[in-house]
């Protein structure tokens, strides 16, 4: 299995989320755990560069908001 490599870029109003395959099944996972039972609107996860994301990442926050 290869590593998750996720990357963001954001710039004029447009965030850009590439990643490798195994990068995208961690973001899936990471979005059907917010939309699991038992958690509540609000909660959110936080993936920062250099830990989550690959270095020079923008920050990005996923956040459960049920009523939208």
């Given amino acids: ?3 998750p490599l996720i990357k ?3 710039s004029a109003g447009e965030t ?3 990643a490798n395959a195994e990068g995208l099944r961690v973001l899936a996972e990471r979005l059907l755990e ?3 039972p038992g958690i509540r609107s609000g909660h959110h996860l ?3 560069a250099g ?3 690959e270095d020079g990442s923008s920050s990005l ?4 908001a049920d009523s939208l």
Avoid: F, T, W, Y
């Fill in 8 to 10: 963001v870029q954001s």
């Fill in 51 to 53: 830990v989550d994301l």
């Fill in 46 to 48: 936080h993936l920062d």
């Fill in 16 to 18: 850009l989320i590439k």
């Fill in 61 to 64: 926050v996923l956040e459960r």
């Fill in 34 to 36: 917010l939309a699991g």
């Fill in 1 to 3: 299995m290869d590593e």
